[in-house]
Each structure stands twice: as structure tokens, then as C-alpha cells.
């Protein structure tokens, strides 16, 4: 190996020397990373190169406003790079308008609603315990506390998406605006039945794509191109760029959108990250990304089968997407007791409510898993079901410290089998 080419896998030399300090606390993470099988649905490992454009010199620069129209000078450079990343989105997920400013997925849905909406006004949303997220009118955050929300649950009985009900909800109540996507729904989303449904009641349909955008991308799961209004997505889950958000919309929403997060909500963008984002769009544009997308869903299924043939409660059966939401208590722990014995076997997850949970949020009875992050390993299914095995192992035995100390030496192992993209170690 040249020196350049170790250089480049040891770049924190710099904050060794000024802060050695975070520089310990970061490659201690970074080992971490690598040591363990991260099942948390949400995240993943960035590539090098996605990881090399959010630590560049175009942190420095302020750019508020949009390419061709700033309001500080010398954007020669930066509005090239905003506009590769604006055309790279609007390719990629065959959207007519998209904007790459929004510091994360939050903000995001924020920038609709202040785009589309006023105060008071009613919003339609999967509710949180059934697997809606936050900011689709949780009464714990701005859209709950600021608009109306009309939530939706899942079918009591299957967990599935009751259309039925979701159309008689919204026929009574009006809506100005539909979300659909999920944080912890695992299966497929008919964007046509919310659209028909959006469309009788003369709503905005929004589709939250966060989780699944880079399945949408790779053709593992349909695309809402065409048949939604509004999409927005985080750019750092199954996309696998850095942490940020986009929205795409229909054209006809585009200035308002582009309004509501500059000058509405946001100051200069992160202009490191938007780089960054047209990386990680390069990247998911290319065949490799295809094969990765399936290879996702393919490994969320196979994990899926082997937890049931060890006897755990799915919700909805199964999966069709990246993420599984176990039911635990069949097995006497709740959804916190479960992750924490998982994660000292090396097996990260996290514990999340199931839906009519009658459990605390902090305590729920459900633990929710994912594979895109093992996935960018290259783990495949025979890995899913050494990770099935592990997990009812781990579960069985939550007490048994030896069970818990020996499975995460044998995780090491088959991690460092599957060396982490982005990681020198
Ligand atoms: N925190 C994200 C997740 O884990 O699903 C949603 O914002």
C-alpha cells in the first residue's frame, strides 16, 4: 500500500493532534461500527467517498439561497455542485422538481407544511405506536401541536393498512394533506390507493419515502413517481448518502417548497452535505445499487423466516421491505430488555412500540430490525440465518452473561468477515 493511499484510510490525523480527545471517542465508534451487526433499520454505512465530500472545505462557504440566485458572492463552485445534486435527485427518482437543502428528514416535513398549510389546518398521518413517524401530526411535535392531526392506525387485525378505514377517516375529516410512509411498516405501500383516496377528498398526498428510498431507487420497491404529489426522504438510511433530506415534488409545488425552506425555515445550506448527497446519488444510480436494493429485501425476508422458526411474533407475519417489527413479549422481555441483551451480544437494534401497544413508548413491547446496514456488508442469507439463530439464542438467555459475551465474540468474527464500507478497520 502507498503512503497516500494509508494516509487517505487515516485522515484523522489532524484532530489527533488538536482534540485527541473526540479523535479517541470517534475511532472507538468506528470500531464499534465495525465489530458489531447493526440491525437498526435506519442506518447504514456511508462509502468513503460520501464520507470524503461532508468533510471538505465547502463547509466553509454560506450560500443562502438557491444556484443562479445567492446573496453572497462566489457560488462559482458551489452552485455547480447544488445543481449536480438537484439533477442527479430529479433523475434518479423521476420527480420534475427537487431541492437538496433540507438539513434532515424533519425539516423536510416541516418545509411541507409550512409550504402548503396554516396553523389549525387538518393532516393526515399513520400514528406513531402503529408506525407513522413524528412529524406526521404526533401531538408531541410541531405538527400535532400546530395543525390538526387525523391519524390512521393499522388493521387491528392483520396490522396491515385498513383502506377502507383510511378512506372513511378521510371522507369525514377533510384533510388538507395525506402522509403516507412509514418508520416501522413492513410492507409494501400502494401509492395508488392513498393517491385515489387524496384525490376524492382533494388532499395533498405526501409520500415519506425516509426508509425506503433507496429501494424506491433500486427498484425493490415501487416508485411514488407519478402518482404523488409531494416526496420527501431522508438521504442517509437505505440511500446510504450522509445525513440530510430532499424533497421532489410535482412542479406545481416546487416554488413553495423551495420558499418554505429558504428563506422559511433555513439559513445557508450545508453545502458539504449536498456534495455529499450527490455521491451518494451517483452511487445509487449505478447497477451495483440495483443489486444492493434487492439484496436488502431478500436478506429482510430471509432474516423474517428464520425468527419465525424460532417461534418469534411478527408483525404482519413477516416482511416485504427492509425492516422487521418484532412483537416480544412472547418471549418475557419487553422491546427495551431485548435490545439491551441483543446489543451486549454485539446485535444492535432498537426497541419500538407495535401497534395498540399498551406499553410506555420508552418501554414498548416490539423490537424493530433492519438489514440495509448488514447488507452494505455483503451479508447475504446465510448470514440472516446465523443472525436469526443468534438473536433466539440471545432472547432465550437474556440473563446469562457468558451466552451474551460468547455470541458477541462470534459476531466480531463473522464482522470482520464482512469488512464495513467507510471503515479502515
Ligand atoms: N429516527 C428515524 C428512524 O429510526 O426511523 C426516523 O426519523
Given amino acids: 500500500m502507498s503512503t497516500t493511499e494509508v494516509l487517505s484510510l487515516n485522515q484523522l490525523d489532524a484532530i489527533q493532534a488538536v482534540d485527541p480527545e473526540i479523535h479517541d471517542l470517534i475511532r472507538l465508534e468506528e470500531r464499534r461500527q465495525a465489530n458489531v451487526i447493526r440491525l437498526i433499520p435506519s442506518e447504514n454505512y456511508a462509502s468513503r467517498a460520501v464520507m470524503q465530500a461532508t468533510g471538505t472545505v465547502l463547509t466553509n462557504k454560506y450560500s443562502e439561497g438557491y444556484a443562479g440566485k445567492r446573496y453572497y458572492e462566489g457560488q462559482e463552485y458551489i452552485d455547480q455542485v447544488e445543481r449536480i445534486a438537484v439533477e442527479r435527485a430529479k433523475a434518479l427518482f423521476n420527480m420534475p422538481h427537487a431541492n437538496v437543502q433540507p438539513y434532515s428528514g424533519s425539516p423536510a416535513n416541516q418545509a411541507i407544511y409550512l409550504a402548503l398549510l396554516e396553523p389549525g389546518d387538518k393532516v393526515m398521518g399513520m400514528a406513531l405506536p402503529s408506525g407513522g413517524h413524528l412529524t406526521h401530526g404526533a401531538k408531541v411535535s410541531f405538527s400535532g401541536k400546530l395543525y390538526t392531526p387525523v391519524p390512521y392506525t393499522v388493521s387491528a387485525k392483520d396490522h396491515l393498512l385498513d383502506f377502507t378505514e383510511i378512506r372513511r377517516i378521510a371522507l369525514e375529516e377533510r384533510p388538507k394533506l395525506i402522509f403516507c410512509g412509514h418508520s416501522a411498516y413492513p410492507r409494501v405501500l400502494d401509492f395508488a390507493k392513498f393517491a385515489e383516496i387524496a384525490k376524492e377528498v382533494g388532499a395533498v398526498l405526501v409520500s415519506d419515502i425516509a426508509h425506503i428510498s433507496g429501494l424506491v431507487v433500486s427498484g425493490a420497491h415501487p416508485s411514488p413517481a407519478g402518482i404523488v404529489d409531494i416526496v420527501s426522504t431522508t438521504t442517509h438510511k437505505t440511500l446510504r448518502g450522509p445525513r440530510g433530506g430532499m424533497l421532489l415534488s410535482r412542479e406545481e409545488y416546487g416554488a413553495a417548497l423551495d420558499k418554505a425552506v429558504f428563506p422559511g425555515l433555513q439559513g445557508g445550506p450545508h453545502n458539504h452535505t449536498t456534495a455529499a448527497i450527490a455521491v451518494a446519488l451517483k452511487e445509487a444510480a449505478t447497477p451495483e445499487f440495483t443489486s444492493y436494493g434487492h ?131
Fill in 295 to 425: 439484496q436488502i429485501v431478500r436478506n429482510a425476508k430471509a432474516l423474517a423466516e428464520g425468527l419465525l422458526s424460532h417461534g418469534f411474533r411478527l408483525i404482519t407475519g413477516g416482511t416485504e421491505n427492509h425492516l422487521i417489527l418484532i412483537d416480544i413479549t412472547n418471549k418475557g422481555l419487553s422491546g427495551r430488555e431485548a435490545a439491551k441483551a441483543l446489543a451486549e451480544a454485539g446485535i444492535v437494534a432498537n426497541c419500538n412500540a407495535i401497534p395498540f401497544d399498551t406499553r410506555k413508548p420508552f418501554d414498548p413491547s416490539g423490537v424493530r430490525i433492519g438489514t440495509p446496514a448488514i447488507t452494505s456488508r455483503g451479508m447475504k442469507e446465510p448470514e440472516m440465518k446465523r443472525i436469526a439463530d443468534w438473536m433466539a439464542e440471545v432472547v432465550a438467555s437474556a440473563g446469562v452473561a457468558a451466552v451474551k459475551a460468547r455470541v458477541a465474540g462470534e459476531v466480531r468474527d463473522l464482522c470482520a468477515s464482512f469488512p464495513a464500507p467507510g471503515i479502515s478497520i
